[in-house]
């Protein structure tokens, strides 16, 4: 079985992002989370900072883990009502996802 590594990106004092991670512990069985602070220039052009999570998990590489990984970021996106939200597989592949 292959795996591949998902660390995703995310806004740490949210209630979106304690639902995504409840579904993502029920699909994908866990995750590891190291916090940390995050900044980025938003869509007006000021520097937002943000107290964020990063979480780690290992699962399946499948299209069907992959797209349900895409999914869920985009979701969490439009609940969260961010910009832009950030995943990387296997820390090489990043994928930003905007409005």
Do not use: K, W
């Amino acid at each position: 079985m292959n795996m591949m590594r998902v660390e995703l990106f995310l806004i740490s004092d949210l209630p979106q992002t304690e639902e995504l991670l409840d579904t993502l512990t029920t699909e994908f069985g866990g995750y590891t989370s190291v916090s940390g602070d995050g900044a980025y220039v938003g869509n007006s052009g000021n520097i937002i900072l943000d107290e964020v999570l990063i979480c780690t998990m290992f699962i399946e590489d499948t299209l069907s883990n992959r797209t349900a990984v895409h999914e869920y970021m985009d979701e969490y996106r439009v609940l969260a009502e961010q910009e832009s939200v950030l995943y990387v597989i296997n820390g090489n592949d990043a994928t930003f996802i905007t409005e």
